[in-house]
């Protein structure tokens, strides 16, 4: 089976995190995508960052109802901080008969070359680039690599969490269940 490894922070996940996955799948690039949240992503600050818990729960919550995805926990096994190559070594290892794909927004592809072991995931795993607003990326022949004409989704974790300090509404930014959740919070 082909399976799409979609990690982030998912701080929280929003709608434009849930229809990329969805289109993933729905172009038949893989079987699924399994949606990961990482614990402490080591190129990004930790403040600022909901409970593990939460962001875990709103992931289950947004993905209801979507055939296609599901959420993996395998990195809360494995020592923060995680690196990419890690978790997709761990899951090859587990899972010998998959063959695992990478999903990375344009934002990513651009700083590939600071992630640990990057010439290893270009090896030995395929990736899936998507386009991010603001980061044209030019197709290029690299192997394992396949770059999609996905729709854009300006939407972001940080407008999300702004909205919540200034109490204004979540419509069609987030799922409505994850909206309940993080009035809650």
């Known amino acids: 089976m082909k399976i799409g490894i979609y990690s982030g922070s998912f701080?929280?996940?929003?709608?434009?995190?849930?229809?990329l996955a969805d289109y993933v799948v729905e172009q038949g690039?893989?079987?699924?995508?399994?949606?990961?949240?990482?614990?402490?992503?080591?190129?990004?600050?930790?403040?600022?960052?909901?409970?593990?818990?939460?962001?875990?729960?709103?992931l289950e919550l947004a993905i209801e109802g979507h055939p296609g995805?599901?959420?993996?926990?395998?990195?809360?096994?494995?020592?923060?901080?995680?690196?990419?190559?890690t978790t997709l070594r761990t899951l090859q290892a587990t899972y010998p008969d998959d063959e695992f794909h990478l999903i990375v927004g344009a934002d990513n592809w651009q700083i590939f070359q600071q992630w640990r072991e990057w010439e290893s995931i270009l090896r030995d795993f395929h990736l899936i680039v998507y386009p991010r607003p603001g980061y044209p990326i030019a197709p290029q022949e690299v192997p394992h690599v396949r770059f999609i004409d996905a729709p854009l989704y300006d939407i972001s974790s940080t407008q999300i969490r702004e909205c919540l300090e200034k109490g204004l509404p979540l419509t069609g930014l987030v799922d409505d269940k994850v909206a309940a959740y993080l009035q809650q919070l």
């Open 29 to 58: 690039l893989v079987d699924e995508v399994w949606m990961i949240r990482s614990l402490l992503n080591p190129l990004k600050k930790a403040s600022g960052m909901m409970a593990d818990s939460d962001r875990l729960r709103m």
């Open 11 to 19: 701080n929280p996940v929003h709608v434009g995190h849930v229809a």
């Open 69 to 85: 995805l599901r959420v993996s926990t395998i990195e809360d096994q494995l020592p923060v901080p995680n690196y990419t190559i």
